[in-house]
């Protein structure tokens, strides 16, 4: 099973949340990504923090899946059973092409009214003001999963089962500190199940992974594919 994080999508310009100076456009520069996706910040200022989503999104809109998720994509064809749980919400994996990705932490393309728990698409909500309302009487938050907020229960049993038993675990592009996503290496690693971290810098993981590759993932990742299946990616 594959296990990516937000440095998957940094190829593609995305922010990832923990590496200084990513944050850097001039609005968003002074605040702490982590503080601002917790409830509380929802809670406290929800006009900054669906500003924040909204302009985040727009970065979504904006990006390109790069080299990495297109391989990742081609992986899932090679070995349709192979799990991809991710932690990002960017969508950029299904507009690569992958089916079936296990979204861990919400979507940020879909929103949610805070009085009637619907969803809907993004595109269908009018930002004339920050936060938007809903027409429940609510507000429009992103469909995210912030910290203090339980992650959707079937992402969970999903990925606790293929961490549970896949052969092989792949830990992608991130920092391995949030849980309960950063448990299922742990987990894999419990079953004897070999593990191969993708990353560039240290994690808490890496000492633990059986294999380390030290590169970016849009780099490692092709590579590492038309190694192991040459003649599927000739
Ligand atoms: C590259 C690269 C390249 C760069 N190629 N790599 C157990 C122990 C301790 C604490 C807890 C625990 N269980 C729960 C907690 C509390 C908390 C938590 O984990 N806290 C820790 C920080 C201490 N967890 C929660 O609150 C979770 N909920 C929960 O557990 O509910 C149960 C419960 C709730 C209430 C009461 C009782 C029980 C929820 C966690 C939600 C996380 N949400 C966010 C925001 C999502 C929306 C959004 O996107 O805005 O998810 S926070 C943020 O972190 C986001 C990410 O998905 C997540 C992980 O970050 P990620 O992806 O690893 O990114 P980075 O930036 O950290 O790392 C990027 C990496 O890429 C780096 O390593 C780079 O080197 C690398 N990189 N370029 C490859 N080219």
Redesign the pocket.
Known sequence: MLMT????S??SGIS????PNTNNHPLWSRYDP?EL?HIDAFHRDPELVTRWYHWRFGACKDARPNPGHEAIARLQQILPAMTLST???DGLHQRAGSTDVIEL??C?LRWKCTQSDERTSIEQISFDSFPPRSPAGGLWRPD????????PELAIERTQAAATSCDLFFS??????????AGYFDLARSQGTPTIE????A?PASEYADVVIRS???EALPELIAAAFPEETS
């Open positions: 994080g937000a440095g998957i940094a190829e990832t949340f923990r590496d982590m996706a932690q990002n919400v932490h919400g940020i995210v999963v912030w910290f203090g907020e339980m992650l992608i592009g991130t920092s391995s500190v949030v849980y309960p996503a993708i990353n560039p810098d994690t970016p993932a849009g």
